[in-house]
Nanobody, 122 residues
Framework: QVQLVESGGDLVQPGGSLRLSCAASGLPLEYYAIGWFRQAPGKEREEVSCISSSSAYTLNADSVKGRFTSSRDNAKNTAYLQMNSLKPEDTAVYYC???????????????WGQGTQVTVPS
């Protein structure tokens, strides 16, 4: 059974940092690109970052560029989203997703986690 489990969400003050983790089971993450998404109440889901299977390629949305960084440890079957300089507008449920893709990232994702809440009060 394929599972992606996010963790690391929390309430953090503006300007603070968090690192989200996405632990995979039931699939060899080394063959999968990972996308990080977020969805705030009343807003559409937004892909904020993605990382290719080998970590050679990453892409970040303009809204988080320079503040968020994707990384991964294929030996641990885990991906990470480092979030720095957090702002109230970063408040959302964050999801990781995986798609089998040997190069690049993005597109349609086949497997999704359950999400983890990040709250940055104003």
């Amino acid at each position: 059974q394929v599972q992606l489990v996010e963790s690391g969400g929390d309430l953090v003050q503006p300007g603070g940092s968090l690192r989200l983790s996405c632990a995979a089971s039931g699939l060899p993450l080394e063959y999968y690109a990972i996308g990080w998404f977020r969805q705030a109440p009343g807003k559409e889901r937004e892909e904020v970052s993605c990382i290719s299977s080998s970590s050679a390629y990453t892409l970040n949305a303009d809204s988080v560029k320079g503040r968020f960084t994707s990384s991964r440890d294929n030996a641990k079957n885990t991906a990470y989203l480092q979030m720095n300089s957090l702002k109230p507008e970063d408040t959302a449920v964050y999801y990781c997703a995986a798609t089998i893709l040997l190069e690049g990232c993005g597109g349609d994702y086949d497997h999704w986690g359950q999400g983890t809440q990040v709250t940055v009060p104003s």
